[in-house]
């Protein structure tokens, strides 16, 4: 804070829940929660297991993002943010580009 520089911490969930289920506040704390200003919970939806192969196929790479807290703004997404990770480890957000596009970069 004393540098206005904003700074990204990694931590894990608590391990009961599944990777494909979308992060809550709940899970995320006891990790640094109360002391960030914006947690940001990340998950892959095409990695459920009960999933069609046709589903999991077109959610290969998908990343979905969801704001847990935010202190700056005050506001949540209503939605999940939805990105894809691609080959070039370029993440893509969905609601610009193609799923399933080759990747170009």
């Known amino acids: 804070k004393n540098e206005s520089m904003p700074v990204w911490v990694l931590h894990q969930t608590n391990r009961t829940e599944k990777p494909?289920?979308?992060p809550t506040a709940d899970s995320a704390r006891f990790?640094?929660?109360?002391?960030?200003?914006?947690?940001v919970g990340m998950w892959a939806p095409g990695s459920d297991p009960e999933m069609g192969m046709a589903e999991k196929q077109q959610l290969e790479g998908a990343i979905w993002l969801n704001v847990l807290k935010n202190r700056v703004t005050g506001k949540l997404t209503q939605a999940p943010l939805k990105m894809q990770l691609r080959d070039s480890l370029k993440i893509v957000d969905l609601s610009i580009a193609e799923i399933g596009r080759s990747d170009t970069a």
């Open 20 to 22: 494909w289920n979308p």
């Open 31 to 39: 990790a640094g929660f109360v002391e960030a200003d914006v947690v």
